[in-house]
């Protein structure tokens, strides 16, 4: 798919350069790494995981109720906060 094609489909792209992009030649390839990088943003948290388990497991790290089961894991995460 080019860019005409992609127009047919959407409709046309905005005749004004991305503010920011306005140094690179309106639609080159410079111009839409500029307004990817621009516009591009990431909505999603970064996130762990971990063992969920019963108190008495020695190798889960929450319960059930994401309580920690782990007084040394405790002393870890301090230290690294």
Same mark, same amino acid.
């Given at each position: *798919?080019?860019?005409?094609? /992609?127009?047919?489909?959407?409709?046309?792209t905005?005749?004004? %350069?991305? %503010?920011?992009?306005?140094?690179?030649?309106?639609?080159?390839?410079?111009?839409?790494?500029?307004?990817?990088?621009?516009?591009?943003?990431?909505?999603?948290? /970064?996130?762990?995981?971990?063992? *969920?388990?019963?108190?008495?497991?020695?190798? /889960?790290?929450?319960?059930?109720?994401?309580?920690?089961?782990?007084?040394?894991?405790?002393?870890?995460?301090?230290?690294?906060l």
């Amino acid at each position: *798919m080019n860019l005409r094609d /992609s127009e047919e489909i959407w409709g046309s792209t905005s005749p004004n %350069p991305y %503010p920011g992009c306005e140094e690179f030649i309106f639609r080159s390839d410079e111009y839409w790494e500029c307004y990817i990088k621009s516009t591009l943003r990431n909505y999603a948290h /970064s996130i762990g995981t971990c063992r *969920m388990g019963r108190l008495d497991d020695e190798r /889960s790290i929450v319960d059930s109720k994401l309580r920690y089961t782990c007084e040394v894991l405790l002393n870890y995460l301090d230290v690294l906060l």
